[in-house]
């Protein structure tokens, strides 16, 4: 209870006194001001026209105009690690949060797992008697934890939050998004075709949940964590807010840069003296060739038109995405809500440059380790940002839209740290409204910054648990101080093997390139900046001072050691992605699926990766027609079904080869089997299983020939795995999802990968019933 019973308790009620007080749930302070986080992803400062980029963002802007830009802020140039830092006011690896969630490991820093200790600035509030809401990307969940099976003590309703709405996962289909409401997965609610992107899904949930509670208590104040998709791949946009960019990019890249550096000092949101990092800032020993930049002169006239057009539509997603928050916005000013939220705009770490230096079609290519095909993106021009692409821009923009700083996400280099930042509050931040601050901070002192404006102390506990310190610390007193020095003066980085330091207005850098493979972290050299005069790194100035780059090195094991960062892992995507992770049931070679059940997330679902399998349904059947398994998309993904009478099975090899299988003979009626099996027979490339398919009705060979499997996942989140239906975008161009199956029933489907054949399936899965 919150406070003692001081009621008067007799053995009539008539004599008794009542207090409820003890009883009732937390009240907020009166006139406890809203917090609306606005979680933007992949956003490179140098995107927005709010601070110096081509893209129109005007609600952001409207936000700058009534509240402060923050020039020196920074994140941990991932996603998860930063998401989880904007929620505790803890540094990532405390966190438990080295990298993004799927890329888990199991020491204390890599686990994917924040531990109660370090509660959630939702946690805080609930408790202080806010509403409190989060809707859009979370990222925060280990994938093993992200099915209906899966413990809810890492979702947003274990994690304090009282409503949800959006993806779990690191990325999702903007037109066919991986969704769930609050504990449970749900399919959208309609159709790209009657105008549905998830950009505007979230924003009339965010109305509606806010809306929910105001009705019934117009004085309850609310917490609203909102995180759109965009700028993640895949770069989805309705072709209208695309097309409003045609030609704003044909200037290429590196003239890009140039143009809005001298945005950028006009408004003074970077020092005077500032100027352009170089392309491709270390040699390509250092940096893998999936993060070199071509330099635009050296494109054909194709690749420049297709890399234009690949900026345009990300700028469509973009501002597409400003539009929609515009409606957000404009909601909370109608309702007379708007002048006492307290606003904090926010990139999770600098522009992506997964998209390859040919850009892509298929970001899933990058988690695979698949080159890119020119060829087939070039195909893909005038689809780009549409259902049938999953597109991503080349490196050359991700370094265009962090200028003037090196490289991009991923990279503890400005490019990957140094993000926008805005906060609004009109009722207090009206007199400085349109200014810039630029002290140096970082994603750890948002919580303390709320905390403080809301007057909130941070609790000693959170449901019995002991909270730790917060290593932040409050940025309000640049509200009123706009040359005040920072209370920052040291932050350390670590991601993906990259490693820097900030400390006293100086920064190291350990020179080492992201997820490259090398290890050998002790020979790496260490580079000196003095970012309080070169704040985009462009003079090294290490020879110079030996004594304080032994120094600053010195402090960066200091502060990895008390911040649990070790060990350093910079293995490749496709190496992190496919390592062994504990799953929710003991490994097993035969595994059941039903219809009428909810997707299975890739992470807990059967993994046919690299291996021979086979997949056999037990079906009664009239006139069939429909799906019978699917897994994935049209952008990597393999489904069984029936079409015009014939069984019919696809492997989608990461979207760019759909190996479909077709029965010699029409499907028979009554009680049967059907299904295929892979036999594996060798490996070209490593990793990429090659074979022969055999597709079966009953013990009848009805179709084979060879097929090759991908290396790595079917997506890097979302597109589960389904019986009785594809679920959001179909795996083959031969239907159009969801396809469910008609005319007949599905038993079970079973899918075996103990390598041993087809027809000697059948005593397993009826043992695996019985266990059911």
């Known amino acids: 209870m919150n406070r003692t019973f001081n009621g008067v308790i007799n053995l009539d009620v008539r004599d008794s006194v009542a207090d409820w007080e003890p009883f009732l749930p937390p009240r907020a302070r009166e006139g406890s001001p809203n917090v609306l986080y606005l979680v933007w992803d992949d956003t490179g400062i140098a995107t927005w026209d709010t601070f110096g980029g081509l893209v129109e963002t005007p609600n952001m802007t409207r936000l700058a105009e009534s509240g402060l830009r923050f020039t020196n802020w920074h994140t941990t140039a991932l996603c998860s690690p930063t998401r989880s830092s904007l929620l505790t006011g803890r540094n990532a690896h405390s966190n438990g949060m080295a990298c993004i969630v799927e890329g888990a490991n199991g020491f204390p820093g890599l686990s994917a797992v924040i531990p109660p200790e370090n509660g959630t600035l939702a946690e805080i509030l609930v408790e202080q008697g806010y509403s409190t809401l989060c809707l859009g990307k979370w990222h925060l969940t280990p994938e093993t934890e992200s099915s209906m099976a899966g413990s809810r003590r890492t979702w947003p309703t274990g994690r304090g939050f009282e409503r949800y709405y959006g993806f779990l996962g690191g990325e999702t289909n903007q037109w066919f998004p991986d969704l769930t409401y609050d504990q449970h997965f749900v399919e959208q609610p309609y159709s790209p075709q009657d105008g549905y992107h998830l950009s505007k899904d979230l924003a009339d949930r965010a109305i509606e949940f806010i809306r929910d509670v105001r009705q019934v208590d117009p004085d309850k104040p609310w917490f609203c964590y ?347 995507s496709r190496e992190q992605l496919a390592l062994p992770r504990p799953l929710p049931a003991k490994p097993r070679d035969v595994y059941v699926y039903y219809p009428g059940t909810s997707d299975v997330p890739e992470g807990v679902a059967v993994n046919i990766r690299n291996r021979s399998f086979s997949i056999k349904a037990e079906l009664d059947a009239g006139s069939p027609d429909g799906v019978i398994f699917a897994q994935g998309s049209r952008f990597g993904g393999h489904t069984l079904y029936v079409k015009d009478g014939t069984l019919r099975y696809c492997y989608n090899f990461l979207g760019a080869d759909e190996q479909t299988f077709v029965s010699d003979r029409p499907l028979t009626t009554g009680a049967l089997s059907v299904g295929v099996e892979f036999a594996k027979e060798g490996e070209e490339p490593e990793g990429v299983a090659r074979g022969t398919l055999r597709l079966f009705t009953g013990d009848q060979v009805v179709a084979e020939g060879p097929m090759r499997t991908q290396p790595g996942k079917f997506a890097l989140a979302g597109e589960g795995l389904c019986v009785g239906r594809d679920s959001a975008d179909p795996v083959s161009s031969d239907y159009g999802a969801p396809f469910p199956f008609t005319g007949g029933t599905i038993k079970k489907v079973t899918v075996n990968v103990s390598g041993e054949h087809y027809v000697d399936h059948d005593l397993e899965g009826m043992a695996m019933l019985a266990r059911d």
């Open 226 to 572: 909102f995180a759109p998709g965009a700028n993640h791949a895949p770069h989805h946009a309705p072709k209208e807010w695309i097309d409003k960019y045609k030609g704003v990019f044909d200037m290429g890249y590196e003239r890009y840069r140039e143009i809005v550096l001298d945005r950028m000092k006009e408004h003074g949101l970077v020092p005077d003296g500032t100027r352009l990092s170089p392309i491709n800032p270390w040699p390509a020993d250092v940096i893998p060739p999936g993060d070199q930049v071509k330099p635009w002169d050296s494109l054909s006239e194709d690749e420049r038109r297709l890399f234009c057009r690949m900026a345009e539509v990300f700028a469509g997603f973009c501002a597409y995405t400003d539009h929609q928050i515009g409606r957000l916005l404009d909601y909370l000013e109608e309702s007379g809500q708007l002048d006492d939220t307290i606003v904090v705009v926010v990139s999770d770490n600098g522009a992506s440059g997964e998209g390859s230096p040919d850009g892509s079609v298929n970001e899933n290519k990058f988690f695979n380790g698949w080159p890119e095909d020119p060829a087939e993106n070039m195909a893909k021009l005038d689809k780009l940002g549409g259902p049938d692409t999953y597109n991503h821009y080349p490196t050359g923009w991700a370094w265009a839209f962090n200028a003037p700083y090196k490289m991009f996400k991923r990279y503890t280099l400005e490019g990957g740290i140094a993000d926008p930042l805005i906060i609004s509050w009109p009722a207090r931040t009206k007199d400085v409204g349109g200014q810039v601050r630029d002290q140096y901070h970082h994603a750890i002192d948002i919580v303390p910054t709320v905390l403080d404006l809301v007057g909130v102390e941070p609790p000693r506990q959170i449901k019995g648990h002991t909270q730790s310190p917060m290593h932040g610390t409050s940025m309000a007193y640049t509200f009123d101080a706009p040359q005040a020095p920072s209370t920052r003066t040291t932050q350390y980085y670590s991601m993906l093997g990259t490693r820097a330091l900030y400390h006293d207005r100086w920064k190291v850098v350990a020179r080492h390139g992201a997820l490259s493979g090398k290890g050998d972290f002790m020979a790496d050299e260490w580079e000196l900046y003095h970012v309080a005069e070169d704040r985009a790194e462009t003079r090294d100035l290490a020879a110079e001072h030996p004594d304080k780059v032994r120094q600053l090195a010195g402090i960066w094991f200091a502060e990895a050691g008390a911040n649990g960062v070790f060990p350093l892992d910079d293995r490749t």
